[in-house]
């Protein structure tokens, strides 16, 4: 969740598809890789072994993100709640029932 916010916050509309689509690829692309080395890795070097090793892999992937200076003070461009809504004309009102 806070991945896909930063993304629509930081990149520009413009661009956003493209990015988006790129987020995706790698993100899915990863997985059925993985999928497809586990079954061999396990079997050269076993299971506690690969586990560990891709405990390890996610640790190092989540923790040096911490290294980075702007993903380390990311903060929002616009909170929606400091804008109040914005009034709606009467005759929506009346057809909303509101």
Request: with cysteine; proline share 9%; charged share 15%.
């Amino acid at each position: 969740m806070a991945w896909t916010t930063a993304i629509q916050d930081h990149v520009p509309r413009r661009m956003l598809g493209r990015v988006s689509s790129w987020d995706y690829l790698t993100s899915f692309l990863a997985m059925p890789i993985g999928n497809v080395l586990a079954g061999p890795l396990s079997t050269t070097f076993g299971t506690s072994r690969v586990l560990t090793a891709c405990a390890g892999v996610l640790a190092v992937a989540a923790t040096s993100q911490l290294l980075i200076p702007g993903s380390r003070d990311l903060t929002r461009r616009f909170n929606p709640a400091d804008e109040a809504p914005e009034p709606r004309p009467p005759e929506l009102a009346e057809v909303n029932g509101a």
